[in-house]
């Protein structure tokens, strides 16, 4: 069995549970809906509504922040210990 391609109809189902959150929690202002999954399907459409990412996107953005954030570390770092080398 293959992996599930992300499809149009999945933007749908998700939208569909933030519908319902949003009608039986009235007081909750903000719903963020991700979807996701190994690949994009043919009939993948891009959403407003919601968050759509392969893992390998989502990974790539995660490698991505981690490395800004280890940057920031690390020159935080060489301020705190100028002369340690």
Known sequence: MGAVQLR????????????????NKPNVKNVHCFVFGYEKGSDFVISKDAELKTFSESIAELRAEYREY???????REVEDPDED
């Not at 149009?8 to 009608?23: D, E, F, N, S």
């Not at 280890?70 to 935080?76: H, L, R, S």
């Open 70 to 76: 280890a940057k920031i570390i690390e020159d935080a």
């Open 8 to 23: 149009a109809q999945h933007i749908g189902q998700v939208l569909g549970y933030k519908g319902l959150i949003l009608q």
